[in-house]
């Protein structure tokens, strides 16, 4: 079975500042999906960026971007100039690629941004 | 166009009781799910979807009955709630994408 795993279950940054949030993740399929989802307290759940297994290029939205690192199964998320309104749940997470639509979610990372 | 329906928002149950989070999606997804969030361990996939008339089992899936007689709503069914189905339920849909559309989530509480 498929497993994501985030070794921070917190993390704070400054504003402004850099921040990068880990995540591994465990699987024997080589088409697959990454993502990254935001959860603010409102509970919403909000697609950051998402990453193809079979796109060596690392995906970039804005001010967040992924180091995806194919062998090591490493997917780590950056967020650069970071702002107050990051300060939310960030979740990691897994899907394969085909019929199999089933999102398998790391257990997330609470990130503070000081201002 | 609304997305993910999710109804009701907020919940209370007493323990024994039965009721049915709704969850209605209007993008003609084939694939819905549904997933209970509980602190300290993300996300975690019940019951899903991949269309009409089909539905299986996810990761906890005990406790909770699901159907699908329509493409656009996939119901959840606490047929006896106990007080350890207290959580965050949330539905999603997926894209053609691989993207999925979350509902906004409803909070249980059995008690």
């Known amino acids: 079975a498929q497993t994501v795993t985030q070794s921070q279950p917190e993390m704070s940054v400054q504003e402004a500042e850099t921040v990068t949030l880990s995540c591994t993740y465990d699987t024997s399929e080589s088409d697959y999906y990454l993502f990254w989802y935001k959860q603010p307290p409102s509970r919403q759940m909000i697609l950051v960026i998402r990453?193809?297994?079979?796109?060596?290029q690392n995906a970039t939205e804005n001010r967040f971007s992924v180091n995806f690192q194919k062998a090591a199964k490493s997917f780590s998320l950056k967020i650069s100039d970071s702002q107050l309104g990051d300060a939310a749940m960030y979740f990691c997470a897994y899907s394969t690629g085909g019929s199999n639509y089933k999102l398998t979610f790391g257990k997330g990372t609470l990130l503070t941004v000081n201002p | 166009n609304a997305g993910v329906t999710q109804t009701p928002k907020f919940q209370v149950l007493k323990t024994g009781q039965s009721m049915t989070l709704q969850c209605a999606q209007d993008m003609n997804h084939e694939y819905m799910s549904w997933y209970r969030q509980d602190p300290g361990m993300g996300l975690r996939l019940i019951h899903y979807s991949v269309g009409a008339g089909i539905t299986d089992q996810g990761e906890v899936p005990n406790g909770y009955n699901v159907s699908r007689s329509t493409t656009e709503d996939f119901p959840l069914r606490l047929l006896s709630a106990a007080p350890s189905q207290t959580s965050v339920y949330f539905c999603a849909s997926r894209t053609g994408d691989y993207g999925y559309t979350f509902g906004s989530g409803t909070r249980l509480t059995v008690v």
């Open positions: 990453q193809e297994a079979y796109k060596q």
